[in-house]
């Protein structure tokens, strides 16, 4: 069973600039969540996909978007950055239906913005 | 919206004692609680989880109680070893499939 992974590892952007961040699910799960994880601070949800259309949206504003494609691999893709949005960035595999809760998570994407 | 509180955000041990971590939970909807650990570098990686209609539930070491009335919920490692040093998330689930609201972290350090 392959775990959620998770590209880059790190990167550095400027301000004003645009990223996309990638996640692949865990075999056999069909959702992604994505969460923004401050430094010090518990994971804040950004959204969620399930079937290819985001299916529930945290406090962020548009210009965190995302897509999910069909082999359940996410993006997500942030613009006009701003240096606030320097975080690891998670991403999140679970199974929906079935009454299934359980989230798994990928080591993150570590986003710095000067 | 649900609001997880977690106490304390550190905690220091002995090797061999053991640790508490308590979180508390607003929306009585929820339903799911689950814990992680996130080690330096990592993401976070589930340890152990409860559901609404259980009061507590052991792996283990790890144990988790919960208590619906009060609306909180408590980790408890016994025997801690130094590998058990990491910072730990409660979070709070109201149905399958929608978010998760976590809790701040607990910094915890086992000491040799």
């Known amino acids: 069973e392959t775990g959620v992974t998770q590209s880059p590892t790190h990167l550095i952007k400027t301000r004003g600039q645009q990223v996309t961040l990638r996640c692949s699910s865990q075999?056999?799960?069909?959702?992604v969540s994505w969460y923004q994880q401050a430094l010090g601070q518990g994971p804040q949800f950004i959204f969620q996909?399930?079937?290819?259309?985001?299916?529930g949206r945290g406090n962020f504003p548009p210009r965190f978007s995302g897509l999910q494609f069909p082999n359940y691999s996410s993006e997500l893709n942030v613009n006009a950055l701003e240096l606030d949005d320097s975080a690891l960035y998670l991403c999140?595999?679970?199974?929906?239906?079935?009454?299934?809760?359980?989230?798994?998570f990928g080591p993150g994407t570590r986003l710095t913005v000067l | 919206g649900e609001n997880v509180e977690q106490h304390p955000s550190t905690l220091s041990v002995q090797e061999g004692d053991s640790a508490v971590i308590k979180c508390t939970y607003s929306?009585?909807?929820?339903?799911?609680f689950p814990w992680y650990k996130q080690e330096l570098g990592k993401g976070p990686q589930l340890i152990i989880d409860?559901?609404?209609?259980?009061g507590e539930k052991k792996d283990q070491r790890i144990a988790v109680t919960l208590n619906k009335t009060a609306k909180h919920f408590s980790l408890h490692i016994t025997e801690t070893q130094p590998e058990d040093s990491a910072v730990y998330f409660c979070?709070?689930?109201?149905?399958?499939?929608?978010?998760?609201?976590f809790g701040t972290g607990t910094s915890l350090t086992v000491i040799p």
């Open positions: 999140a595999s679970s199974l929906s239906g079935r009454g299934r809760n359980e989230q798994f």
């Open positions: 075999s056999g799960h069909n959702t």
């Open positions: 996909y399930y079937r290819e259309e985001e299916n």
């Open positions: 929306d009585s909807a929820s339903n799911y």
């Open positions: 409860i559901r609404s209609n259980v």
């Open positions: 979070a709070a689930n109201e149905r399958a499939g929608n978010q998760f609201y």
